[in-house]
Nanobody, 124 residues
Framework: QVQLVESGGGLVQAGGSLRLSCASSGRPFSSYDMGWFRQAPGKDRDFVAYVSRGSGNRYYADSMKGRFTISRDNDKTTADLQMNSLKPEDTAVYYC?????????????????WGQGTQVTVSS
């Protein structure tokens, strides 16, 4: 089992920045790929960013490229999401997730463990 806890959400004005952090406990963190997803009210859970277990591969949804940066620290067992140039449409609950299997890294149902989510609200 893996337990994931997100933190760092909040209210920010458009153009501002936030850094989300995901703390992991349980099985060895380095054996999991990590992803961030988000879900706005009434919408599907959407892929945001991915980092492979050794940080060798990173992947972003198109609308996040150049604005968001995913990173991980296997010693600290954390995975962070730095979000810059935030827009009102970035408002959502953000979730971190872990997976051991291969498959579609953008598909939420390919991830095995989830945090409880952290709210990000961007005001215009």
């Amino acid at each position: 089992q893996v337990q994931l806890v997100e933190s760092g959400g909040g209210l920010v004005q458009a153009g501002g920045s936030l850094r989300l952090s995901c703390a992991s406990s349980g099985r060895p963190f380095s054996s999991y790929d990590m992803g961030w997803f988000r879900q706005a009210p009434g919408k599907d859970r959407d892929f945001v960013a991915y980092v492979s277990r050794g940080s060798g591969n990173r992947y972003y949804a198109d609308s996040m490229k150049g604005r968001f940066t995913i990173s991980r620290d296997n010693d600290k067992t954390t995975a962070d999401l730095q979000m810059n140039s935030l827009k009102p449409e970035d408002t959502a609950v953000y979730y971190c997730a872990a997976r051991r299997t291969t498959g579609d890294l953008t598909a939420w149902n390919d991830y095995d463990y989830w945090g409880q989510g952290t709210q990000v609200t961007v005001s215009s």
